[in-house]
């Protein structure tokens, strides 16, 4: 069966967005299929870490965060 990485750009000044993107992926019926979710912090005001505190842990393991220098558009 095939498996898929879900890979998001993030650089937000509002808190919730993150969160509410991760529930919304966590809510898929097809969620078996999704071996990781890359996230890809370009600098944001908001950190990354910081959106995922009220997830499972059992989605948490398949997060994996990426940290970068922003790099603009």
Do not use: W
């Not at 650089?11 to 898929?28: C, M, N, W």
């Not at 969620?31 to 990354?48: F, G, H, N, T, Y």
């Amino acid at each position: 069966m095939a498996r898929l990485t879900v890979m998001i750009r993030y650089s937000q000044r509002d808190a919730g967005v993150l969160y509410r993107t991760l529930k919304s992926i966590a809510s898929q019926s097809a969620l078996e299929l999704i071996e990781r979710v890359l996230i890809v912090d370009d600098c944001s005001p908001v950190s990354a870490q910081s959106e995922l505190t009220r997830l499972s842990e059992e989605f948490f393991t398949i997060i994996h965060i990426i940290p970068q220098r922003n790099q603009g558009v």
